[in-house]
């Protein structure tokens, strides 16, 4: 059976974890890998016997592979990924796909140009909970979204922030809490309500001292007339969250890894305009799902995912469109929380541009540094 060759650039922590992944996978084999720092390539080249890279350039040149995993600090993702599918490679990028929405669509643009395999990292998705969700909604149970709402919570220290002179920076990450901890939770309130067409967002730095904001709180209005509400944060311990999506025939809860689905025994219209009595109600029959988490699991899965959509035409869990829609909801959010204003989407290209460009200048480098390279010991259980 052909395997799949695939190299991996980026070793950081994220990059060692998938290169581990790729080495249990049946289907694909690890060829060579590739970091800017020369001590760190050459000593996972080393550890799993494969030719290593200084340089991204030369590993997509030398022909040792058919794709890439692409693990690099997120603002060289476009230009990285647009050189390998112009050089015939496949790729699968690391969330968020980029910083900027107009990055996104050209990384998007490129591989349908070369007509390459382009997956995200957006390993959520797997997770049976969102699979599940997602068949509700898709099988029309809970009808016209009316409303919608999104609350992610996570918890970050100084310490955290602190710990890298790109972090928290707009010359480093480009933002905070919206491009580093919630692209996951946005993928997938973005996947089940759909992308707004407004947002007016207020953005602020609450409680770090950092840069970037650390909160986020935005009303949405889609296409429809929906209206949603969406909060982020890494101010507040205890990490949870929670999507509501209110439609004419239902409502879905996902509290964590468990949903709650509730059946109207008839749409709200309907029963609002044709009840008799003055405390008439409509009934909602409860049913509860409870879910394990995936999350142990869920990188490997993209990756096998990823690799039988090259080998079979196996369909993508996340695909580049998917990731760009991503950044065009955290571009939105930021560009309205930047102005004060309420913004459209699709966001204004050159604007956000600017807009980003402008901060870039303005950001400042950090003091107090403590350089700390760990992984999520929560992500490693």
Avoid at 51 to 76: E, M, N, Q, R, T
Avoid at 192 to 214: C, F, N, Q, S, Y
Avoid at 285 to 312: D, H, P, R
Wanted: hydrophobic share 40%.
């Amino acid at each position: 059976m052909k395997k799949l060759r695939i190299g991996i650039i980026g070793l950081g922590a994220m990059g060692y974890g998938h290169c581990k992944n790729v080495r249990s996978i049946n289907d694909v084999v690890l060829t060579c890998v590739c970091d800017n720092s020369e001590e760190l390539a050459k000593s996972r080249g080393q550890e799993f016997s494969v030719p290593y890279f200084i340089d991204s350039k030369k590993l997509i040149d030398s022909g040792l592979c058919d794709a890439v995993i692409v693990v690099v600090p997120h603002w060289f993702h476009p230009d990285i990924s647009i050189y390998a599918f112009r050089k015939g490679l496949h790729v699968l990028c690391e969330k968020p796909l980029a910083v900027i929405v107009s990055d996104a669509e050209r990384m998007v643009k490129e591989a349908k140009k070369y007509n390459k395999i382009f997956a995200v990292m957006h390993q959520m998705r797997t997770e049976p909970f969102f699979i599940k969700a997602k068949e509700i909604i898709e099988s029309g149970n809970i009808g016209k979204i009316h409303r919608t709402v999104c609350v992610d919570l996570w918890y970050r220290s100084q310490a955290y922030y602190d710990s890298g002179s790109w972090r928290a920076t707009w010359k480093g990450e480009g933002g905070g809490v919206l491009v580093n901890q919630a692209p996951h939770i946005i993928d997938l309130f973005i996947a089940l309500a759909g992308l707004p067409v407004r947002v007016e967002a207020k953005t602020r730095t609450r409680l770090h001292k950092i840069e970037v904001e650390d909160e986020v709180c935005a009303f949405l209005e889609y296409k429809n007339g929906a209206r949603g509400y969406y909060y982020t944060t890494t101010c507040e311990p205890v990490r949870n969250f929670y999507i509501e999506i209110a439609g004419e025939k239902g409502k879905l809860i996902i509290d964590g890894y468990k949903i709650k689905l509730y059946r109207y025994n008839a749409p709200v219209s309907v029963f609002t305009r044709k009840a008799k009595k003055m405390w008439e109600s409509i009934e909602a029959k409860e049913e509860v799902y409870q879910f394990e988490s995936n999350a142990s699991t869920g990188q490997k899965e993209i990756i096998k995912n990823f690799a039988q959509a090259i080998l079979n035409k196996e369909k993508l869990f996340a695909t580049g469109l998917d990731g760009l829609n991503t950044i065009e909801f955290i571009n939105a959010c930021i560009l309205s929380g930047q102005k004060g204003k309420t913004v459209e989407i699709p966001v204004k290209r050159k604007e956000y541009d600017r807009l980003m460009e402008n901060l870039k200048k303005l950001s400042k480098p950090k003091k107090n540094v403590k350089i700390q390279i760990e992984t999520d010991p929560r992500l490693l259980k």
